[in-house]
């Protein structure tokens, strides 16, 4: 099927993958295992359904619907992991870096977690409803604010 003989057909090479994993697995969890191989395919331009057809032939029929939803969440998980491993990696070399200062700034505040940027959606309207409010945050927050506020004026009287 491939005209490079140095590339296996993706068909053998799922077939390779399915036939190591638990015949007992979830389909979502067989397709979790060949996201690795099917994500550089979508990347090079493959339809989605050529996948799906490849898959079917490869011993592993799916539907649309679980195909694009596992899709996502692997790909929400994958991403979820490296926003945490990036974390992880600079925080340590941040503190090691930093040096001592008399006044260190203070974290930023959120005294409000979970609040959307904007509301476009009901899902937003939901956030809104579930969200987390510190109110010894808030009013640190408000305190900060005000005391920014202050010197901004203080510091444009200085220059009239």
Do not use: C, F
């Amino acid at each position: 099927m491939t005209d490079n003989p140095l590339k296996p057909d993706p068909i053998a090479r799922y077939r390779a993958v399915l036939e190591s994993l638990d015949p007992r697995l979830r389909q979502a969890a067989k397709l979790r295992a060949l996201y690795p191989l099917i994500e550089p395919q979508v990347a090079a331009g493959v339809p989605h359904a050529a996948i799906m057809e490849d898959l079917a032939a490869a011993g592993l029929p799916v539907r649309h619907n679980t195909y694009i939803t596992t899709l996502r969440r692997w790909r929400k998980a994958r991403r979820l992991a490296a926003e945490e491993a990036s974390q992880t990696t600079t925080t340590p070399a941040a503190e090691h870096d930093a040096t001592p200062t008399a006044n260190p700034s203070p974290p930023p505040l959120d005294a409000i977690q979970g609040r959307p940027s904007r509301i476009q959606t009901p899902g937003d309207l939901r956030k809104i409803r579930d969200m987390r409010i510190d109110l010894d945050a808030l009013r640190r927050e408000g305190l900060a604010n005000r005391a920014k506020a202050s010197q901004d004026t203080e510091t444009q009287h200085d220059k009239e």
